[in-house]
């Protein structure tokens, strides 16, 4: 009787054995096929989502070609105004910007900036980020020199230092269908309020041209000035 009990009990864990072996190897199988799937999917989902962008301000550039030629043809100039932006958690994102060449021959700037956005649409909306109506807050720097003066007379030339910080409020659209576009627009509207840090150095030979505290001559002039941007960039 115990004879026969114990070859029931080792026919019992024979087949449990075995079927924990069918299991384990039905589960390998499993976790095998899902993996390279699970990977495949992250791999398009990181080839798809692209969280930087780099732009060049166009708006820049035809502004002040308008205003430097409004009158007569002066020539081409050729302000050139790049930013970097850099999605962040949930809708937020910060960038920078370099200002290289900035005015036209008798307004020179150059200068930095920083600046954040906040995304106001839901993510919804847009499939990709930094796409949408957003909020910026920014800061900038501005290294200037202004050449005054009339044709055959000696030229004041002031040389001064800006600060301003100011609210945009904008609008960023990729162009295309939006799950693989390369290419966005920017457009945005505010104002900035400039002071002035340190202090105004002018070379003027006779006194004819400066006004003594620089607020009243083009971009030297303190206070609040309004900002436009009009941006072409690309998603990397």
Not at 218 to 235: N, W, Y
């Given at each position: 009787?115990?004879?026969?009990?114990?070859?029931?009990?080792?026919?019992?864990?024979?087949?449990?054995?075995?079927?924990?072996?069918?299991?384990?190897?039905t589960?390998?199988?499993?976790?095998?096929?899902?993996?390279?799937?699970?990977?495949?999917?992250?791999?398009?989902?990181?080839?798809?989502?692209?969280r930087?962008?780099?732009?060049?301000?166009?708006?820049?550039?035809?502004?002040?070609?308008?205003?430097?030629?409004?009158?007569?043809?002066?020539?081409?100039?050729?302000?050139?105004?790049?930013?970097?932006e850099?999605?962040?958690?949930?809708?937020?994102?910060?960038?920078g910007?370099?200002?290289?060449?900035?005015?036209?021959?008798?307004q020179?700037?150059?200068?930095?900036?920083?600046?954040?956005?906040?995304y106001?649409?839901?993510?919804?909306?847009?499939?990709?980020?930094l796409?949408?109506?957003?909020?910026?807050?920014f800061?900038?720097?501005?290294?200037?020199?202004?050449?005054?003066?009339?044709?055959?007379?000696?030229?004041?030339?002031?040389?001064?230092?800006?600060?301003?910080?100011?609210?945009?409020?904008?609008?960023q659209?990729?162009?295309?269908?939006?799950?693989?576009?390369r290419?966005?627009?920017?457009?945005?509207?505010?104002?900035?309020y400039?002071?002035?840090?340190?202090?105004?150095r002018?070379?003027?030979?006779?006194?004819?041209?400066?006004?003594g505290?620089?607020?009243?001559?083009?971009?030297?002039?303190?206070?609040?000035?309004?900002?436009?941007?009009?941006?072409?960039?690309?998603?990397?």
């Amino acid at each position: 009787m115990l004879c026969r009990a114990e070859h029931y009990y080792f026919l019992l864990c024979k087949k449990v054995f075995a079927l924990g072996l069918t299991l384990s190897a039905t589960s390998i199988g499993v976790q095998a096929q899902v993996a390279p799937d699970a990977a495949g999917l992250a791999s398009s989902t990181s080839t798809r989502v692209k969280r930087n962008i780099v732009r060049v301000d166009w708006g820049t550039v035809l502004g002040y070609n308008i205003s430097y030629n409004f009158w007569k043809n002066h020539g081409l100039v050729l302000p050139l105004l790049v930013s970097y932006e850099r999605s962040l958690s949930g809708q937020w994102s910060a960038g920078g910007e370099v200002l290289i060449n900035g005015g036209d021959p008798t307004q020179r700037r150059r200068g930095v900036g920083v600046a954040a956005r906040y995304y106001a649409l839901p993510a919804s909306r847009y499939v990709l980020p930094l796409a949408g109506k957003y909020v910026s807050p920014f800061v900038q720097y501005r290294a200037l020199r202004v050449t005054e003066g009339y044709w055959g007379s000696t030229p004041a030339i002031t040389y001064a230092r800006r600060v301003a910080a100011g609210l945009l409020l904008g609008w960023q659209q990729p162009v295309g269908k939006q799950d693989d576009s390369r290419f966005i627009l920017d457009l945005a509207a505010g104002a900035c309020y400039q002071v002035r840090t340190g202090t105004d150095r002018t070379h003027d030979l006779y006194a004819y041209y400066s006004s003594g505290d620089g607020n009243k001559r083009g971009s030297l002039r303190t206070g609040f000035r309004p900002d436009l941007r009009l941006g072409v960039g690309c998603r990397l």
